[in-house]
């Protein structure tokens, strides 16, 4: 998000011809752009996109079922 963040920032600053980024060239301001799909791309390569969902669900569900012991009287479990 960071890399996609920065290529609109950037694109922005060229075609408005504000600061620095408007004499740069096209290549140097599409840049964040390509970083951005290299990323994606590794990070689903690499299971990462997965892992973290799978550490979203986890957390959820031990949420949930803290919440539940605690509606019934009972303290949760903590590591």
């Not at 920032?9 to 599409?30: M, T």
């Not at 390569?45 to 979203?56: E, F, H, L, Q």
Request: hydrophobic fraction near 50%.
């Amino acid at each position: 998000m960071l890399f996609l963040g920065l290529g609109i920032i950037l694109l922005a600053l060229k075609y408005l011809e504000i600061g620095p980024p408007a004499s740069w060239s096209w290549y140097v301001v599409l840049a964040p752009f390509g970083l951005a799909v290299a990323w994606w791309a590794w990070a689903d390569w690499s299971g990462y996109t997965k892992k973290k969902a799978m550490d979203r669900e986890a957390a959820k569900r031990r949420a949930r079922i803290d919440k539940n012991r605690e509606n019934i009287g009972l303290a949760p479990k903590r590591k």
